[in-house]
């Protein structure tokens, strides 16, 4: 954190679980600051939600040098969600003070601690409290959620686990979340059980016969104070029914139980209408993308940017030159004087464009902007049009609006801090990506880590089939609702049409795509597939392959450099027994055109380390191609064996996209173009010189 200009503030937002109360809050900071400030004008404040907790003062004996104190905050001030805040007040002279200079610094060190004591809240079990305490809005860590079964959960089961993973995964959002199964065990904290009349975990013996389906919440009997989200029912069917509701009628639900007599499925999802992605179908509004309309608006004269994020479909084909146009609209503080401040706009961290800011009564340029004018909160506002450069987009992206204000200078001191600059980015501007055709070339299991597609391309996956082992082990169930998880958490809504089924039933494969979880053998897809896999991975025997020219960042990115030449160049068939997993990524055998992605180890208990490898972030952006190795914690990515299309291209654009994609041909056609031109060319200039000089003419 670094505290900059004379009265400089940066901030820490943290949060609290419902199910806890905090009992003491130390605060371990390591800070520093300028050797320049006046110890008896200078210091740095302390706030908690408002509240000053702490004065830390100047002196002239510890400046510049890195220093620790430890603070005790007052924890009856720490509510759900918090601020706490640093306030820097500094001053280098006693007069005409430049409120910018370079010696008005102070800097918080990372290593800096939060420490909170807590104590384990008994709650009263209540079904109108939902989603928690499984889920806590508060709770700003990954959510670690475990999913308890019988001995032997059938197939129909799961995918009513898969219907409750997906939806947990969806409000944990970019705090990611993690699945643990349990079979016939009981682990301590907050879990889903799923029971029926036929399958129930031994905790659930004891209970009579149930009736129909039901939720309901008891206390966890590991721990005697965890609750138990219970999903019951007679059969599978009652589970699904009773998942179903969970997650699409929540908001009626109170009580410690309720009874499910009837459930509706809602109509299923149209491609490409996942909430968390933009609508492809009309301009999307700004407003649309943010939480509130407060993220639209700074103030100060160096704020923090006002970030946007925002999901494409990574399958939609802008080709060469096309960009994607923003109708941007924007009010501020008019400056004093025109040029000396701007707004920047970024794409991903990169430069999009920049505007200069009027002053007050300054016309508006040419062209599609609007002359700016004062709006009722005395801001100016203006209209510019703007186009993001397509190569610049990915699946998950950022835009960036700066705004940067310049101080003026008043009366006897040559700089005067003004203190009421503002400025907001307004709702109603839009991002247009309609119009654009959808057409990708498969495999590319970067498409799926990020953001599960081809899968997620209908938000219910209401086309994907997940293939497990006949006798699935807690591995093999923990490593399917993550990914569940995860494609709620990329498409915004639950896994409501998910269908779960084991390697017997080929007829529930065609016209689906699939995902394939499983350890070789126990996995027999993968052995009776394996001449069509990039790889593979079963006990200790591995092939390994490589392609005859690699993706480049230039083709990928840009269009331009060589195709990658996915042929197998070379094959290594080794034998070994050590740790190894995969995922792997290619066309359907049994309809062309859909996709399989399988993930699969050496052994099951390391199909957690893909798991593992996917928390990443970091990691998790340098996976790509057909086939990733994961050992030793990393990734490493393959593009090997043959690759397929899926999506249209427009007619008028199939030409030169071929053509694209053969640069000898395009060079021939070009020569043979320019001969013909030239050709053409001479014959014209020819008949024009014969009619000059014919008699009469």
Same mark, same amino acid.
């Given at each position: 954190?670094?505290?900059?200009?004379?009265? /400089?503030?940066?901030?820490?937002?943290?949060?609290?679980?419902?199910?806890?109360?905090?009992?003491?809050?130390?605060?371990?900071?390591?800070?520093?600051?300028?050797?320049?400030?006046?110890?008896?004008?200078?210091?740095?404040?302390?706030?908690?939600?408002?509240?000053?907790?702490?004065?830390?003062?100047?002196?002239?004996?510890?400046?510049?040098?890195?220093?620790?104190? @430890?603070?005790?905050?007052?924890?009856?001030?720490?509510?759900?969600?918090? $601020?706490?805040?640093?306030?820097?007040?500094?001053?280098?002279?006693?007069?005409?003070?430049?409120?910018?200079?370079? &010696?008005?610094?102070?800097?918080?060190?990372?290593? *800096?601690?939060?420490?909170?004591?807590?104590?384990?809240?008994?709650?009263?079990?209540?079904?109108?409290?939902?989603?928690?305490?499984?889920?806590?809005?508060?709770?700003?860590?990954?959510?670690?959620?475990?999913?308890?079964?019988?001995?032997?959960?059938?197939?129909?089961?799961?995918?009513?686990?898969?219907?409750?993973?997906?939806?947990?995964?969806?409000?944990?959002?970019?705090?990611?979340?993690?699945?643990?199964?349990?079979?016939?065990?009981?682990?301590?904290?907050?879990?889903?059980?799923?029971?029926?009349?036929?399958?129930?975990?031994?905790?659930?013996?004891? #209970?009579?016969?149930?009736?129909?389906?039901?939720? &309901?919440?008891?206390?966890?009997?590991?721990?005697?104070?965890?609750?138990?989200?219970?999903?019951?029912? !007679? %059969?599978? +069917?009652?589970?699904?029914?009773?998942?179903? +509701?969970?997650?699409?009628?929540?908001?009626?639900?109170?009580?410690?139980?309720?009874?499910?007599?009837?459930?509706?499925?809602?109509?299923? !999802?149209?491609?490409?209408?996942?909430?968390?992605?933009?609508?492809? @179908?009309?301009?999307?509004?700004?407003?649309?993308?943010?939480?509130?309309?407060?993220?639209?608006?700074?103030?100060?004269?160096?704020?923090?940017?006002?970030?946007?994020?925002?999901?494409?479909?990574?399958?939609?084909?802008?080709?060469?030159?096309?960009?994607?146009?923003?109708? #941007?609209?924007?009010?501020?503080?008019?400056?004093?004087?025109?040029?000396?401040?701007?707004?920047?706009?970024?794409?991903?961290?990169?430069?999009?464009?920049?505007?200069?800011?009027?002053?007050?009564?300054? /016309?508006?340029? *040419?062209?599609k902007s609007l002359l700016p004018f004062l709006d009722?909160?005395?801001?100016?506002?203006?209209?510019?049009?703007?186009?993001?450069?397509?190569?610049?987009?990915?699946?998950?992206?950022?835009?960036?609006?700066?705004?940067?204000?310049?101080?003026?200078?008043?009366?006897?001191?040559? %700089?005067? $801090?003004?203190?009421?600059?503002?400025?907001?980015?307004?709702?109603?501007?839009?991002?247009?990506?309609?119009? #654009?055709?959808?057409?990708?070339?498969?495999?590319?299991?970067?498409?799926?880590?990020?953001?599960?597609?081809?899968?997620?391309?209908?938000?219910?996956?209401? $086309?994907?089939?997940?293939?497990?082992?006949?006798?699935?082990?807690?591995?093999?169930?923990?490593?399917?609702?993550?990914?569940?998880?995860?494609?709620?958490?990329?498409?915004?809504?639950?896994?409501?049409?998910?269908?779960?089924? /084991?390697?017997?039933?080929?007829?529930?494969?065609?016209?689906?795509?699939?995902?394939?979880?499983?350890?070789?053998?126990?996995?027999?897809?993968?052995?009776?597939?394996?001449?069509?896999?990039?790889?593979?991975?079963?006990?200790?025997?591995?092939?390994?392959?490589?392609?005859?020219?690699?993706?480049?960042?230039?083709? =990928?990115?840009?269009?331009?450099?060589?195709?990658?030449?996915?042929?197998?160049?070379?094959?290594?068939?080794?034998?070994?027994?050590?740790?190894?997993?995969?995922?792997?990524?290619?066309?359907?055998?049994?309809?062309?055109?859909? +996709?399989?992605?399988?993930?699969?180890?050496?052994?099951?208990?390391?199909?957690?380390?893909?798991? =593992?490898?996917?928390?990443?972030?970091?990691?998790?952006?340098?996976?790509?191609?057909?086939?990733?190795?994961?050992?030793?914690?990393?990734?490493?990515?393959?593009?090997?064996?043959?690759?397929?299309?899926?999506?249209?291209?427009?007619?008028?654009?199939?030409?030169?996209?071929?053509?694209?994609?053969?640069?000898r041909i395009a060079t021939m056609l070009t020569v043979?173009?320019?001969?013909?031109?030239?050709?053409?060319?001479?014959?014209?200039?020819? #008949?024009?010189?014969?009619?000059?000089?014919?008699?009469?003419?």
């Amino acid at each position: 954190m670094t505290l900059r200009t004379s009265n /400089g503030s940066s901030r820490v937002d943290f949060s609290t679980r419902s199910d806890e109360l905090v009992t003491r809050a130390v605060l371990k900071l390591r800070y520093a600051y300028s050797p320049s400030l006046i110890p008896s004008q200078s210091q740095i404040r302390v706030l908690l939600n408002g509240e000053l907790m702490s004065v830390l003062p100047v002196t002239k004996e510890n400046a510049g040098r890195m220093l620790s104190q @430890d603070l005790v905050l007052d924890p009856r001030f720490i509510t759900g969600f918090n $601020q706490l805040t640093l306030e820097f007040i500094g001053h280098y002279g006693n007069e005409c003070e430049d409120p910018r200079h370079t &010696s008005l610094w102070a800097d918080i060190s990372g290593t *800096s601690v939060l420490e909170l004591s807590t104590i384990p809240l008994a709650l009263k079990p209540d079904l109108a409290s939902l989603p928690a305490p499984f889920f806590d809005d508060h709770d700003r860590a990954i959510l670690k959620l475990p999913h308890v079964f019988a001995a032997k959960p059938s197939f129909e089961t799961l995918a009513a686990a898969g219907i409750t993973a997906s939806w947990f995964g969806k409000l944990a959002a970019w705090r990611g979340s993690r699945f643990p199964a349990y079979l016939d065990a009981m682990p301590k904290g907050h879990v889903v059980a799923f029971a029926t009349n036929a399958e129930r975990p031994a905790f659930l013996s004891e #209970l009579p016969e149930f009736k129909g389906a039901g939720l &309901s919440i008891m206390t966890n009997p590991a721990d005697g104070i965890s609750k138990v989200l219970l999903v019951s029912g !007679r %059969d599978a +069917s009652d589970l699904k029914m009773a998942a179903t +509701s969970l997650v699409l009628g929540k908001s009626v639900m109170s009580g410690v139980n309720v009874n499910i007599a009837q459930s509706t499925l809602a109509a299923p !999802r149209k491609a490409y209408d996942a909430p968390n992605w933009v609508r492809l @179908d009309r301009p999307m509004k700004f407003g649309e993308l943010v939480e509130s309309v407060q993220q639209l608006e700074v103030s100060g004269h160096e704020s923090s940017p006002i970030r946007i994020n925002f999901r494409v479909p990574p399958d939609l084909f802008p080709w060469h030159g096309q960009s994607v146009p923003v109708d #941007l609209k924007y009010r501020y503080t008019a400056p004093i004087r025109s040029g000396e401040s701007r707004l920047v706009m970024g794409i991903n961290d990169e430069f999009v464009q920049g505007f200069n800011l009027r002053s007050s009564g300054e /016309g508006g340029s *040419s062209g599609k902007s609007l002359l700016p004018f004062l709006d009722q909160k005395g801001l100016m506002a203006e209209r510019s049009d703007a186009q993001i450069p397509a190569y610049k987009l990915g699946a998950r992206n950022q835009m960036q609006y700066a705004f940067t204000f310049t101080y003026h200078g008043e009366g006897v001191c040559r %700089d005067t $801090q003004v203190e009421n600059a503002r400025a907001m980015i307004d709702p109603d501007s839009t991002i247009d990506f309609s119009g #654009l055709p959808h057409y990708t070339e498969l495999p590319n299991l970067g498409y799926f880590v990020q953001t599960g597609f081809p899968f997620s391309k209908y938000a219910d996956l209401a $086309q994907t089939t997940v293939v497990m082992p006949q006798q699935a082990s807690a591995f093999d169930i923990e490593t399917m609702l993550t990914l569940l998880g995860r494609l709620g958490e990329s498409t915004g809504y639950p896994a409501t049409r998910v269908t779960v089924t /084991g390697a017997q039933d080929e007829a529930a494969f065609k016209d689906r795509d699939l995902i394939l979880i499983g350890a070789s053998p126990n996995q027999t897809l993968l052995d009776k597939w394996g001449a069509q896999l990039p790889a593979v991975i079963s006990g200790p025997n591995r092939r390994i392959s490589q392609p005859v020219h690699g993706v480049s960042f230039l083709y =990928d990115w840009l269009g331009f450099g060589t195709k990658p030449n996915t042929e197998v160049a070379t094959q290594e068939n080794i034998q070994g027994t050590g740790a190894l997993a995969a995922l792997l990524g290619f066309q359907s055998p049994v309809t062309p055109g859909r +996709s399989v992605v399988a993930v699969t180890a050496v052994q099951d208990k390391g199909l957690l380390q893909v798991l =593992d490898v996917l928390a990443d972030e970091g990691l998790a952006r340098t996976m790509a191609g057909s086939t990733v190795f994961i050992r030793g914690g990393k990734p490493e990515s393959i593009l090997v064996g043959p690759t397929y299309s899926v999506g249209e291209i427009p007619l008028w654009m199939r030409g030169g996209y071929w053509l694209s994609q053969h640069p000898r041909i395009a060079t021939m056609l070009t020569v043979v173009g320019a001969i013909l031109l030239v050709y053409l060319l001479w014959r014209i200039l020819k #008949l024009i010189i014969r009619r000059r000089t014919l008699p009469g003419t």
